[in-house]
């Protein structure tokens, strides 16, 4: 057989394979017809009837509904420099106040732990979590470590969690996230929100494909997906579970949530959900209103709506083999584990979109196959025209009526694909990356079909899948203005040159362990109270605002409830000239609690740093009627009756203002309770009202009445009486 035989031989055995290939494609595009049709058929008529009827829910309506217990749910393995500045931006920037972040780590791995004791030791809801067996395991097992610890944390706390979050390490989060999930709790047992990848360079096209598949799969196929069947699969991240749901599933895996066995544990979780009856929703919420933050991309063709949904953003691997690496882990999870893992049911639309998941690996491989055929075609074609009087090669393949028909409906199906893909990459990402993902298409089949080999190979090598470990990509972080790390109190002076720094070392070693360091510091005269005053204000990066805490407008006082006062401990001081109400803290106000605050009083508001104790003195004065919080009197007949100068009278009422503490900070001085612990009894007691702090978290079971009481005489030892300065000032002199 010589060389001309041998590529007739090829031609004929190019058709057939044509053939095969075409058909198979017809067929899986006529599946992919059906979920556009459906798509468009239920947006039209959504238009049509439901949003006539009903106006969409806007932003502001989010923020009617009290705030729910949540509890973010992160496992990090080998993610340092990456989770500790996902932490610190989500705890800093969620629009929320009632959560509580829990980061899994593995003893193994020291530098994400050092990362996340960073992030805790600035925020206190934020709490590391280390697994009880070394890296890496699986996600699952990660996840189901964090899941015990959040139990130990409700015990604590006495608190239930309404949802359960996951997400992770490189997320960047909507800062109205939470706010949907408590809109929708305890309704929904599974909330899942659209995720889209961030782009990089138009010529990353490995990492940039991912976002045309997300665009189109979490703009349409998922959202046709929950109208059919009422089966939402889990991303993995910017997935909410309600209690039920996360209780059930421990009850159902005797005391283990997730599935230790599977690679894609988020994915399998929904099918179960939705065999016991559960509730289950894909969630696609713009937020218009230009006042609240979104993820939104900048770039011409942005739709206003669907371009600024709530989400969850992130990076995707820049690299092929990251890519493939990544993919395998999906196809093994989704496809070979699946198969055993979740059986045909008696639900024929759950059976459709098993098969539409299972079909991804089939798809994989014919893609490619497809692409290789056309690229063999093209070049045929190529040597007809480039060569004179050369032979018409594709006249073979076009004299088929098989191959014809064929050949039509693909090129139909295929323009169809193509502009779907456009328009909804256009949606979110504009034009350009529109019009960029037509040859992403041949690069992502090309990353997916190789992702389909490694999986084989694996599955082959292996043998067991459920042995497989976590085979984790590298994360990068989006780059963002990062909030600036608190430095500590001591630093600063330091700094300053206010103190030396043998004076703050002796502090620090005699300072009793209830006692806050400033306060300290100002007792045994080693700086003012105004000095430490305004270094809390350079650490909290804001303004130092001097003030009398007893010399207050009562119109001024009249805008702040009591209950908003104690729960933020905050001290309204003037209105501006901008017609902006300034409130006094003595430490730094989150952003959250200042939107917090404005949407409770309805009118702009700032803060800044006051002397250590003149917010817990004016808040005791005017908001509990305790005259005894005002010195004034008592200092004043001091120096009438020459017991004291003038100026010791400003020595010691310095002192008695830098020693006041509030009951919550002396609990947690004394370590008789957590700082998160306190901060969620706070917010339960904000419901409550009738009774006192310190009854409350007795009768709460926060504390034993023992506990309190040692609290209580901690906090009345530091705070010193002026008769008591007085006299220590006498005996000094």
């Known amino acids: 057989m010589n060389l001309f035989d041998i590529f007739v031989v090829y031609l004929y055995g190019l058709k057939y394979v044509l053939v095969v290939v075409m058909a198979i494609i017809a067929v899986f595009s006529i599946d992919d017809l059906f979920i556009d049709l459906v798509y468009w058929w239920r947006r039209i008529y959504r238009y049509a009837t439901v949003y006539k009827k009903n106006p969409r829910t806007v932003a502001n309506q989010l923020f009617t509904k009290d705030e729910q217990p949540l509890a973010v749910m992160v496992p990090a393995w080998q993610e340092h420099g990456v989770i500790g500045k996902m932490a610190e931006l989500a705890a800093s920037r969620l629009d929320y106040e009632n959560y509580q972040i829990f980061i899994g780590t593995y003893p193994n791995d020291p530098q994400t732990q050092q990362d996340v004791d960073e992030v805790c030791s600035m925020y206190p809801h934020v709490h590391k979590v280390v697994c009880s067996r070394p890296g890496p395991t699986s996600k699952a097992d990660c996840l189901n470590n964090i899941v015990a610890s959040i139990i130990q944390f409700e015990k604590k706390a006495k608190v239930e969690f309404s949802g359960y979050i996951l997400h992770d390490s490189e997320d960047m989060i909507s800062a109205l996230e939470l706010r949907l999930f408590n809109y929708l709790l305890p309704q929904k047992d599974l909330i899942q929100l659209p995720v889209y990848p961030y782009i990089h360079h138009w010529h990353y096209f490995t990492q940039n494909h991912y976002a045309d598949e997300f665009a189109e799969m979490h703009s349409k196929d998922v959202v046709v997906r929950e109208a059919l069947a009422g089966q939402v699969p889990s991303a993995g991240v910017g997935t909410c579970f309600s209690r039920r749901a996360v209780l059930r599933l421990l009850v159902e895996g005797d005391g283990v949530a997730f599935d230790i066995r599977s690679l894609t544990e988020d994915y399998d979780i929904g099918f179960r959900l939705k065999q016991w009856g559960m509730s289950e929703i894909f969630v696609r919420f713009p937020v218009v209103d230009l006042n609240h933050e979104t993820l939104r991309e900048k ?3 942005v739709s206003q709506s ?11 691997p820049d690299t092929v083999s990251a890519a493939i690496r990544q993919k395998c882990r999906w196809i093994i999870g989704i496809v070979f584990q699946g198969f055993s893992t979740h059986k045909w049911t008696d639900d024929l639309a759950v059976n459709y979109f098993l098969w539409r998941d299972r079909r991804g690996f089939f798809n994989n491989a014919i893609g490619f196959i ?72 041949f690069w992502g089949a090309g990353i997916n079909f190789f992702a389909n080999l490694r999986a084989i190979r694996q599955a082959l090598n292996v043998g067991n899948l459920n042995r497989l470990n976590w085979d984790k990509t590298t994360h990068e972080f989006p780059f963002v203005e990062t909030t600036a790390r608190k430095t500590p109190l001591g630093a600063v002076l330091l700094k300053e040159q206010a103190i030396s720094e043998l004076a703050l070392e002796q502090a620090i070693l005699t300072k009793p362990d209830y006692q806050l360091l400033g306060g300290y510091l100002v007792q045994c005269g080693l700086i003012s109270n105004e000095v430490m005053s305004r270094a809390v204000a350079r650490q909290s990066r804001a303004e130092f605002i001097d003030c009398d805490p007893f010399q207050i407008s009562e119109s001024v006082l009249a805008l702040v409830p009591k209950d908003l006062a104690v729960k933020y401990a905050v001290l309204p001081l003037f209105v ?5 109400l300034v409130l006094g803290r003595e430490q730094a106000l989150s952003p959250v609690a200042v939107a917090s605050i404005q949407r409770w009083l309805k009118r702009p508001v700032r803060w800044g740093i006051t002397r250590t104790g003149a917010v817990t003195l004016g808040i005791r004065y005017w908001y509990f009627g305790d005259q005894s919080a005002n010195p004034d009197d008592e200092l004043a007949e001091a120096v009438a009756n020459k017991q004291i100068s003038q100026w010791a009278a400003e020595k010691i009422k310095d002192k008695f203002f830098a020693t006041r503490c509030q009951l919550g900070a002396c609990l947690v001085s004394a370590k008789l309770l957590d700082t998160a612990v306190l901060n969620q009894a706070i917010l339960a007691y904000a419901k409550v009202k009738e009774t006192n702090i310190g009854d409350f978290l007795v009768s709460s079971g926060y504390l034993t009445q023992a506990e309190l009481e040692r609290g209580i005489y901690l906090q009345k030892k530091q705070q010193l009486s002026i008769a008591e300065l007085i006299s220590r000032e006498l005996k000094q002199s």
Do not use: K, W
Not at 306 to 316: D, H, S, T, W, Y
Not at 576 to 580: H, L, S
């Open 299 to 301: 770039a011409r063709g």
């Open 370 to 441: 497809a692409v290789l055929l056309l690229a063999q075609l093209i070049g045929l074609e190529m040597y007809h025209l480039l060569v004179p009087d050369s032979y018409n090669f594709l006249e073979l393949f076009m004299d088929s009526t098989v191959v014809l028909i064929l050949a039509g409906m693909n090129t139909f199906f295929f323009f169809n694909r193509v502009l779907h893909r456009f328009y909804f990459v256009s949606q979110y990402y504009g034009y350009f990356q529109g019009l960029l993902s037509f040859f992403r298409i």
């Open 576 to 580: 501006d000239e901008n017609e902006v």
């Open 306 to 316: 669907e371009g600024n949904v709530i989400c969850v953003r992130e990076f995707f």
